[in-house]
Structure formats: structure tokens, C-alpha cells
């Protein structure tokens, strides 16, 4: 999520702020493209010390998170726009929405190679695609 205002005030486009959102309510799910209004919850981004795991505090620095955060339920939580029809990314979602309902045999590896999406493609599709093996 892209922050453009705090406390009201616009940021400058060089302090823009880039957080992580989590929304556990269903009507306030964002989709690609459209600008909300929520109250939320912030906090710093830190991870558990792991020295041999995934470093998750470097992960987010090397994204640009600077904040991780939940958004509270609030009457002030609203949708202020849709998605611009020139938006790239409400492009790629409405694309990967209408691949997803053509329930396609390989429809995960479409999106994939066609847009960059790999959520939907499991492991061994993934190892099989690639030729990879696993050690025994």
C-alpha cells in the first residue's frame, strides 16, 4: 500500500511511504488500482533473530516497508476511488481475474508467463517447468 497522505496532510512525492496492511474485514478489501481511506494501527517492521532462517526485517528494507500495520474496523474506512482504466496494475488483475474464470487446465502458468504471477502455480508445477529435481 502506498501511503500519499499522514494526518491529513499530502506527502511530498519524495517521502512517499510504502506499508504493509493487513484487513480482516471482507468489505474492505482493496483491489489493484483503488485509493481507501482507513484508520490504522502501525507499527515497525521487526523480525525474530534467526541467523540461519529468512531474514523478514531485510525483506521488507530492501521493498521499502517502512511500516507494518492492521486496519481497524471504523465507520471512516471507505473506498474513495476506483480503479483508473489506464492503471496497469487494475490491468493485470481484471486479466488474471478473467483467466481464472475460463478455469483453464494450465490457467496458473498463463498468468504466470503472462503476467508475471506465480501464486497460483504450485511447486511441483514449478520444479517440473524448470526441470528441477529433488535431492534425495
Not at 499522514?6 to 512525492?13: F, H, K, S, V
Not at 478473467?98 to 502458468?109: K, V, W
Amino acid at each position: 500500500v502506498q501511503l500519499e497522505r499522514w494526518q491529513g496532510e499530502p506527502l511530498p512525492w519524495w517521502q512517499s511511504v510504502r506499508i504493509a496492511l493487513h484487513c480482516y474485514q471482507p468489505e474492505c478489501q482493496p483491489r489493484a488500482g483503488e485509493r481507501w481511506r482507513y484508520q490504522v494501527k502501525l507499527k515497525r517492521p521487526h523480525a525474530s533473530v534467526n541467523f540461519y532462517g529468512f531474514d523478514y526485517e531485510r525483506y521488507l528494507f530492501a521493498h521499502h516497508v517502512r511500516a507494518l500495520g492492521s486496519v481497524r474496523a471504523s465507520a471512516d474506512n471507505k473506498k474513495l476511488s476506483d480503479a483508473a482504466r489506464a492503471d496497469i496494475d487494475s490491468w493485470r488483475a481484471e486479466l488474471q481475474a478473467r483467466i481464472t474464470a475460463a478455469d483453464l487446465t494450465h490457467g496458473a502458468l498463463i498468468s504466470g508467463i503472462t503476467l508475471g504471477l506465480d501464486d497460483g502455480i504450485s511447486r511441483a508445477e514449478q520444479n517440473r517447468m524448470w526441470g528441477r529435481r529433488r535431492a534425495k
